[in-house]
């Protein structure tokens, strides 16, 4: 909803990734969580919380939609991700789910710390009651005392976010366990998915695989990936964890989970400090060395007669064992007992699930740079998505957009859409900008058509060598060549625009399309105007590579149409 009566169930890859996950898995969990809401919910203000009632109905109207349009049910929503919550807007969440009929959706609080969101639950039985779950980021395995006294059940709802090399799988093996010994949280959702943005963006390739090339195809089944199907081929949601877990003399872990009907896994880890630490938090030191492990089933697991065996070891790429069957262990003459003879950096999953397989995929495609040559006249009468492939919105939405009552060149293009700046789970900048290419590009030429729709105030910008985004957006360089629908060009040295390289008046205006031609060689960089040199060989020492990019003065609509670079790499 980009706009108050505004609702388009279509946007974004966010349907598309949900309905490919449940056709791989039908009971497959899904889970919203918004970072961030329309500005208009927020009535002038960077708070959701201004009309309760009003942000609830656009939560639910999402939930509502994704059954609607995509035959999708919600399992989980969340408040608002790492941000404040209010006890009052859970409790009218609650309260318009179940009116809606949805009371199957539970609700997760606060995606942030273990508190305030325990002790308010401990002082406030209403809010006890509508709150679900208790969801945490990044807890470092702990967890609080009041969290634990609310009885509910206890998520690390945000982990990993790690580079996925072998370290990033080791602090991932060693946390889906140890988030339940040592801190109970009975679930461990790793942020994020797959690492499919541009890597230089902050946080490259902290997914649990890499797809980072959609112009090639090319992607990395990461060690990550393999770590996770020690836990998730053997286990489901509503299994249980079993009370008898914890750590081993030397260093690791080991925890063991049963579905209730007589299966039983055991998945064991011995991830050394220096191969398993997290982005964040702070990872105290600790030992692993060689040891051996003896594990006795008792009780109605000790008529248990085999268990299957899997196996990991991250090392040196020699010693390197990614998810590897190994030799099954009988059990019917020991007792119920066995020994594992265990080495640093090893993952061994035990379990009487015989359903287990590595599975395989056909080779990627090879590793490609960004074309050098790159052109999109985004003349796509009915896109599959509503946004272009390898642009990446920084601060805006720039959708695919049909122009009605233009018959001629500019009737499909691209549209930035937000006339208001959201309500932001970060800092995002005051103009809307949008990056594409290869970061190491440093010699480049950008052509593209501009329409500014807002007369007097209205400004775009195309761009090169821009070196930030993500988080850190606000204090992007680069070359910045703007127009103004006032009369007035600029080029800048960063997208803030507190770099003025030069400036001048120009005949623009609002409602007319201008080709805009950016020119960066070397040092010098210069820019055209419907073919026209408007200013010629401007000094720009830094940076010396990066993106190109487009984008609006502020948020405000604006047009785009036939993009074009040319490119080398530095």
């Known amino acids: 909803m980009h706009y108050t009566l505004d609702e388009n169930y279509f946007r974004g890859y966010e349907w598309w990734l949900m309905k490919e996950a449940k056709k791989r898995n ?118 609080v005392r009041d969290a634990q006294l609310t009885q509910k059940k206890l998520w690390s709802s945000e982990d990993f976010s790690t580079l996925n090399s072998d370290v990033g799988a080791g602090c991932w093996g060693r946390i889906l366990n140890q988030n339940y010994i040592n801190g109970y949280m009975t679930s461990t959702i790793a942020w994020n998915l797959v690492a499919s943005y541009y890597e230089q963006l902050p946080y490259g390739r902290c997914g649990l695989m890499t797809a980072q090339e959609p112009w090639s195809g090319h992607y990395v089944v990461e060690s990550p990936i393999w770590v996770t199907a020690h836990t998730t081929q053997f286990t489901q949601p509503g299994w249980y964890y079993l009370k008898t877990v914890g750590h081993l003399e030397k260093g690791g872990s080991y925890v063991a989970l049963t579905d209730g009907f007589g299966n039983l896994t055991i998945i064991v880890e011995t991830m050394s400090h220096k191969h398993s630490t997290c982005i964040r938090p702070f990872l105290p030191y600790y030992n692993v060395s060689h040891q051996l492990a003896t594990f006795t089933l008792k009780g109605s697991f000790s008529d248990i007669p085999e268990l299957q065996v899997w196996y990991t070891k991250l090392a040196k790429p020699l010693e390197r064992t990614l998810f590897k069957q190994l030799d099954s262990l009988w059990l019917l003459d020991s007792g119920g007992r066995f020994t594992l003879d265990l080495q640093e950096d090893e993952l061994f999953t035990l379990t009487t699930l015989t359903t287990g397989r590595k599975g395989s995929h056909p080779l990627p495609p090879k590793s490609q740079s960004f074309p050098l040559s790159y052109k999109d006249d985004f003349n796509v009468d009915y896109p599959f998505f509503s946004e272009p492939p390898n642009f990446a919105d920084q601060t805006g939405v720039f959708e695919y957009y049909t122009n009605i009552e233009d018959k001629g060149e500019h009737r499909y293009t691209l549209r930035q859409v937000l006339n208001q700046r959201p309500i932001t789970w970060t800092a995002d900048a005051a103009n809307t900008i949008s990056i594409i290419g290869d970061y190491h590009w440093s010699n480049l030429t950008i052509q593209c058509d501009v329409y500014i729709e807002t007369l007097n105030r209205g400004g775009v910008f195309i761009a090169g060598r821009v070196n930030k985004g993500g988080i850190l957006i606000r204090s992007a360089r680069g070359v910045f060549f703007w127009i103004f629908s006032n009369g007035s060009f600029r080029v800048t040295g960063d997208l803030a625009g507190w770099m003025t390289y030069t400036a001048g008046s120009v005949e623009v205006t609002a409602k007319v399309w201008y080709t805009l031609t950016l020119i960066i060689k070397g040092s010098l960089s210069s820019g055209m105007l419907n073919g026209k040199p408007l200013w010629t060989n401007i000094h720009v020492n830094y940076p010396k590579n990066g993106w190109a990019a487009i984008g609006t003065h502020s948020f405000e609509f604006a047009q785009f149409d036939n993009f074009h670079v040319e490119a080398t790499r530095s």
């Not at 109207?61 to 991700?81: P, Q, V």
């Not at 790492?82 to 609650?94: G, T």
């Not at 009929?101 to 002790?119: C, F, M, R, Y």
């Open 26 to 143: 039908p009971d497959i969990i899904l889970i919203g969580l918004p970072w961030s809401f329309p500005g208009w919910l927020g009535k002038g203000f960077n708070w959701p919380y201004v009309n309760l009632e009003l942000t609830a109905y656009y939560i639910v109207s999402w939930i509502l939609g994704a059954k609607r349009y995509h035959d999708l049910d919600i399992d989980y929503i969340g408040i608002w991700n790492e941000r404040s919550f209010d006890s009052n807007y859970i409790k009218v969440l609650r309260r318009m789910l179940n009116v809606q009929g949805l009371q199957k959706v539970k609700i997760i609080a606060s995606d942030n710390l273990w508190e305030p969101i325990s002790t308010s639950m401990l002082l406030d039985s209403a809010l006890w009651k509508v709150i679900d779950v208790i969801g945490a980021h990044y807890p470092g395995t702990h967890t």
